[in-house]
Structures are given as C-alpha cells and as structure tokens.
C-alpha cells in the first residue's frame, strides 16, 4: 500500500518552541520547508527578489554587499506603509514559488510527510491554510513567551511585547489549529516524546 503524503502547517509564536518541534519532527524523517529561511534567502547577494527590490525603491534599498538593506527598509516602510505592500507583492510569490520547488525536491528524494515551518501562516489567512492537509499550532501563554525570548534574546520586556502584539493572538492561533502542541512546562524530552506520538499519526 502506499504511504499517503501529508502536507502539514507548523506555526506559533515567538517563543513558543515551534523550532524546537520541527527539529524533533526532522529527526523523525519529516521534510521541513522553512518560509522565514526562503523568505531571508530572496533579499541575501544574489538572492532572487533583489533585482526587482532595485529596480521597485532604487539603489539606497541595496547595501554595499548586495543585500537588502533591512534597517533602510524598515524606516521606509515606517514612513510609507504602501512600501510594505510593494515589498510584499515582490516576496510572497518568489516565497510560494520556493517553497512549492522545495516541496517538489523533498518528495522526490522519498519524503512523505512535508512540514511548513510558517510563523505567519494564522495571519496569511487562507492563502497557507489551503495549501496545507493539517496545521500544528505549538501553544504557550503569553507571559511564558515573553519569558522565554527575553532570555534568549536579550531583549526588553517592551521590546518583546511589541513584537509580540504584532503577530497573530493565541486566540487566534488556536482558532486554526487542528492540533495544539502545550508547551507550557514540558521539559526538552518530555516535548520530544509528545511530538513522538504526534509524529506516529502522520506514519513517521
């Protein structure tokens, strides 16, 4: 009989430990396709979404080195929400268009079960949602983020709720998920062994 393909949506929070999990379900055989990775890779030297980036808000956008200039972005999106969209309207089709050649290389080469790290994928709406056979939601509270990313990142308590307050809310999330993930006060292994069952039903 052949083995089903599982095309599986992995999300959460900053600080949830979402991967933490894709790397347990790595180890297990599952093909992880990384959208932030692909997503940094298109604005590196070289990278696939620089010479519209160039040519769309001209040679300042561009650092010496051929990359995107993230801080000079950043400040022009800031004063210029229309910006936002132009970048955006360069990036998500190269992303899907990456992902979807990332996908096709890991199914030739054996794989059956796909896993899409996307820690946007609640706030894409239905453009991840569809693409997708089931979503993974790895789930903590709030204050357990904070907690979590100020440690590892030395960031300020204001800092990290910012960045918190602009990502999708737990409500939000959950919404979404066919299946939670609590990370809440599970240690290293105990959540090893939780996404050892949630491995078992997809055949890893």
């Not at 955006?88 to 080469?109: C, D, F």
């Amino acid at each position: 009989m052949t083995q089903r393909t599982w095309r599986i949506g992995l999300t959460g929070g900053i600080g949830s430990g979402k991967s933490t999990v894709a790397g347990f379900l790595a180890r297990r055989g599952a093909a992880i396709i990384d959208a932030d990775a692909i997503s940094r890779s298109l604005t590196t030297p070289g990278g696939r979404a620089m010479a519209a980036i160039a040519s769309t808000f001209g040679e300042s956008m561009i650092s010496p080195d051929g990359a995107m200039n993230r801080q000079a972005m950043r400040e022009r999106i800031f004063q210029d929400p229309q910006a936002k969209r132009q970048l955006e309207h360069i990036i998500h089709p190269l992303v899907s268009q990456v992902t979807a050649e990332q996908a096709q290389a890991a199914l030739k080469t054996g794989h059956r079960v796909l896993v899409f790290d996307v820690p946007l994928l609640v706030e894409s709406g239905e453009r991840w949602r569809k693409q997708v056979d089931r979503v993974i939601v790895v789930d903590c509270d709030v204050s357990t983020q904070k907690q979590r990313v100020m440690a590892r990142s030395g960031l300020n308590a204001e800092e990290v709720e910012r960045i918190v307050a602009q990502q999708a809310s737990r409500a939000q999330r959950l919404a979404c998920a066919d299946l939670v993930v609590f990370n809440q006060d599970l240690s290293f292994d105990g959540l090893d062994s939780l996404i050892g069952q949630v491995a078992a039903d997809f055949g890893l």
